[in-house]
């Protein structure tokens, strides 16, 4: 099966040519190809008349963007303070080590990649994981071998 | 339609939903309630209600959070007598038996009931009652979890945008004169008083001016706008049309956060009902005031929260700050005058037009109006949203509401106002919360994190932490606050592995002033407040990291090891099996221990073991 590729000329003329679509630009751009490629870049800062450079400058500063496809399960854990305190960094090292990757990876057969996230706002559940956009609540070392195993 | 046949109309479908013989349920389906299952359950009852062809006489409703996030997922059932229950820790499986019990039986599920809402039943206490709920005062979080926020109605009937068709009746000096009246001081962290910031935009001139919303919550810990955008949107979208319509500004924008999907789907769905209803657009209400809000999502940098790099995010730049004067009020989003206020902010604005700036001034101390609303959190048995009236005591908080300490045990110190604050340790806990005590013990306000600790947290971690948030989210456009908090976290990274010495304290404190007077945003001049305060008051612990090489709450790794309890120890080799590096050796006859250079402290084995033959040391 072949999935068309979404079309990014779609995406840029919906949009006008003021600076300021710059970063919702970037960021359905990123939601659509789920990461901005060195093409995707170059479109965007032709449609806003800006240079590369520019694009990347701005891109680079959020921690939103990435630049290398994220692995087909994105893992993310939660640094808030309330999971700090509950013990979140156990629970990075614990997935690390299980996915073989560290913060800001990509598996090297695409399964899984990694990220760090400074507050989900969920608190009260910490210390909290969230995979593929679904949240995991009062994670523990052991539930997090776990969910891994089952996404493998 | 006029507004009045509008509010009308809504009456009728509020009323319709509160009729007190037609069953209901509501599942608290804010993004704590669906982490905790809240979808999941609200299937199950999807199923149930099929299974007992209940389907068609009986509404399931998805409504915000009541911030006793603790007790999740939430779930409230009016049976056919009228009587509304609160369950708690609801899961699919108790779903058959809620259903068979309230709905077809009439009896009260006892042993997941929590509180009952609209009524005294001699087994289950009214939710008014329960110590949690007692003490507070609902101003910013008067719908939450009671109306379904995604539809405009609910808030309608609740008196929703009266306060703003109030405002229009006032003129805009007035409004401006309310706001002065209640005393309202931003929510955002820094209290500056909202009537006045509102004043100086008004009276810059100006062809064009802005209105933001500020919703980029990133403090960590801190999740109350989160859970009001979620619960009650409308709120924070009528604020914001008054801010505008006092200031003289013809569009706002909504700056929230992209991890906040669920509040992004709200807040646009509520825009685009608000248009629908003529709420927002053109000539609004019949008046000569037009306004449009736009949605901007952050994309994940905390700096952004600083309004002037807020301001340069939205144009489209790296959100680095620049420095005030001119302060956007006069000079703000493409040059132009701009009043930028914090959600909780303006979820207060609607109440103070419609009840009056002097009836919210009654509420709170001399110079912190109102109520404040905080993300309670950490070792407290009962963690969730309070909103509670300015004045009242750090241990009323912990203790009366939060239902004090997980597992009894005692508290060490409470961390208030995210990587800007301080601690705060026990024997201050009876200072009323306000701006200025929360100042003078060397912390802040902020937007409302309060972290609560207990012994088994050290003081220099928490202090690494929060500097280490801070230095990872410098801009870096200021050296003070790049070069700065970088210094001040090798020293901690020392101290926390035993490698520090007594300067270190001196050296820590002279980079902390100099990053307070000299950095170029607010971020940079309170990244080193934990620092400080942690300094302040538990100066001992970080002595004992120095001189002893010691870390009492066994935090820090290079000052603690792990080693097996002989005589716990049932040799079922539980902790062996999990050890990640094969670091416990040993037989069953002999016994089994901890090789300490290959331990690489991640604590597994001490999670596992189930008879505590595990020690930390």
Known sequence: MTTEQPDLENILTAYGRERDNLIPLLQEVQDRFRYLSPEAVQAVADHLELSANDVYGVATFYAQFRFVPPGLHHIKVCEGTACHVRGSDRILESISRATGIAPGQTSSNGQFSLERVACFGSCALAPVVVVDDKVYGRMTAAKTNKLIEDKK | ?617
């Not at chain 2, 804010?30 to 199950?44: F, P, Q, W, Y």
């Not at chain 2, 299974?51 to 998805?62: A, I, N, P, R």
């Not at chain 2, 910031?197 to 109350?224: L, T």
């Not at chain 2, 300067?503 to 980079?511: F, G, I, M, N, T």
């Open chain 2, 1 to 617: 339609m006029s507004f009045a046949a509008r509010q009308q109309q809504a009456q009728i479908v509020w009323q319709r939903f509160e009729q007190p013989d037609r069953p209901r349920i509501l599942i608290g389906s804010a993004t704590c309630g669906r982490a905790a299952g809240s979808l999941e359950v609200m299937a199950a009852f999807a199923a149930e209600l099929a299974k007992q062809g209940l389907t068609e006489s009986v509404d399931v409703v998805e409504v915000g959070c009541l911030g006793m996030c603790y007790a999740e997922v939430l779930v409230e059932i009016r049976g056919r007598d009228g009587k509304r229950v609160l369950y708690q820790s609801v899961e699919p499986r108790h779903v058959e038996a809620l259903v068979d019990a309230q709905l077809v039986r009439g009896e009260v599920f006892a042993p997941l009931a929590l509180a009952v809402m609209n009524d005294t039943d001699e087994t289950v206490p009214a939710f008014t009652d329960l110590p949690m709920i007692q003490p507070q005062v609902r101003i910013v979080l008067r719908n939450c979890g009671i109306i379904d926020p995604t539809n405009i109605d609910h808030y309608l009937a609740q008196g929703g945008y009266s306060g703003m068709a109030r405002a229009f009746s006032l003129g805009p000096e007035q409004v401006i004169e309310e706001m002065k009246a209640s005393g309202l001081r931003g929510r955002g962290g820094a209290g500056f008083p909202t009537g006045v910031k509102w004043g100086f935009a008004r009276s810059s001139v100006a062809d064009q001016k802005y209105v933001i919303c500020n919703a980029d919550e990133g403090d960590p810990g801190a999740y109350m706008d989160r859970s009001v955008l979620e619960g009650d949107p409308h709120s924070v979208i009528e604020g914001l049309i008054i801010a505008g319509y006092a200031i003289g500004a013809g569009r706002g924008y909504m700056y929230i956060r992209a991890e906040y999907p669920l509040a992004v789907e709200r807040v646009k769905k509520a825009i685009e009902q608000a248009y629908e209803c003529g709420l927002l657009g053109k000539n609004i209400l019949g008046t000569d005031f037009s306004f449009d809000i736009d949605i901007r999502l952050g994309a994940g940098a905390f700096v952004c929260g600083e309004e002037t790099a807020l301001i340069a995010s939205i144009e489209g730049k790296r959100g680095t700050p620049r420095p005030r004067p001119p302060y956007p009020s006069v000079s703000g989003l493409w040059g132009k005058p701009t009043a930028i206020n914090n959600v909780e902010t303006l979820a207060n604005v609607p109440y103070i037009i419609l009840e009056g700036g002097d009836k919210f001034a009654l509420i709170g101390t001399e110079k912190s109006k109102g109520t404040k609303v905080f993300a309670l959190t950490g070792k407290v048995r009962n963690s969730g949203l309070v909103e509670v009236p300015m004045g009242i005591t750090l241990r009323e908080i912990v203790f009366d509401i939060g239902g004090g300490m997980l597992g009894d045990k005692p508290i060490k110190a409470v961390q208030t106002g995210g990587p800007s604050g301080g601690v705060i340790p026990v024997d201050q806990l009876d200072t009323p919360v306000d701006y200025e005590n929360l100042q003078k013990l060397g912390s802040i306000m902020g937007s409302g994190g309060m972290i609560v600790m207990d012994e088994s947290d050290c003081i220099v971690d928490i202090a690494k932490f929060y500097l280490g948030f801070c230095v990872e989210e410098s801009c870096g456009k200021c050296a003070p606050c790049r070069i700065g908090g970088y210094q001040m976290l090798n020293l901690l990274n020392g101290i926390a592995e035993g490698a520090g010495s007594l300067e270190d304290l001196d050296k820590l404190r002279r980079v902390a002033l100099a990053m307070q007077r000299a950095s170029l945003c607010a971020l940079g001049q309170t990244a080193a407040n934990p620092v400080m305060s942690t300094l302040r008051y538990f100066e001992q612990e970080y002595r004992e990291h120095i001189v002893n090489r010691k870390c009492r709450s066994h935090k820090c790794r290079s000052l603690m090891t792990y080693s097996i309890i002989q005589d716990k120890c049932k040799r079922c080799r539980v902790c062996v099996i999990n050890c990640p590096v094969n670091a416990i050796e040993g037989d069953r006859e002999k016994g089994f221990f901890i090789d300490v250079s290959k331990c690489v402290k991640c604590g597994k084995c001490f999670e596992v073991c189930k008879f505590q033959a595990i020690a930390k040391e």
